[in-house]
């Protein structure tokens, strides 16, 4: 089966953040977890302008299914990507609810976290202490990863959210906008 690093199109969206009375580092140090967020309460999302982010040419401010949570790499979806794609994300993922302009967004909390890098074949660049700096090319276990179509990866520090063949696919075809999938290899 084909692999993607699903991201959100940051060349043609905006990213969202909350409003500022939201305790940031909490949320996003929870969303790193692997348990469901069990006391969660909605908040209010806002687009992060061109003064909060940088560069704007280009970037247009509309909403998109799939938007980029205070550049950091964990996604919002809209209302339509969580009813169009259910099928794949209702057993991997922890849906939370968040309001932006007015309408349902979620934060897309990816529970399903595996070990399934293949280290010895990816490209990694590590730290003298042995910690892993960046990867460069993504190789995956297709044993570890079955027929998982959204997951995380065990002992990688920042959020990358990898999905199957399946559900890019499905995106593509319910025309959903704000995803970019790049290909990774899985043996």
Request: proline share 4%; glycine share 6%.
């Amino acid at each position: 089966m084909e692999y993607y690093i699903v991201s959100p199109d940051l060349d043609s969206y905006f990213p969202v953040g909350p409003s500022p009375d939201v305790d940031l580092l909490v949320i996003m140090d929870h969303l790193r977890d692997t348990a469901p967020y069990t006391s969660w309460v909605s908040m209010n999302l806002e687009v992060l302008s061109e003064n909060d982010y940088g560069e704007s040419e280009g970037v247009s401010e509309r909403l998109a299914d799939l938007m980029d949570f205070n550049a950091s790499g964990i996604h919002v979806i809209s209302e339509r990507s969580r009813a169009l794609l259910a099928n794949l994300l209702d057993f991997s993922c922890d849906l939370l609810p968040v309001s932006l302009n007015g309408e349902r967004y979620y934060l897309n909390h990816v529970l399903d976290v595996l070990d399934a890098l293949d280290v010895q074949r990816s490209e990694i660049e590590r730290f003298a202490s042995g910690n892993i700096k960046c990867i460069n090319r993504y190789v995956l276990k297709g044993s570890v990863i079955g027929n998982r179509d959204i997951f995380r990866l065990i002992g990688i520090r920042w959020q990358l959210v990898f999905v199957s063949g399946r559900f890019m696919e499905a995106v593509k075809t319910a025309g959903l906008s704000g995803f970019v999938f790049a290909p990774v290899e899985a043996r």
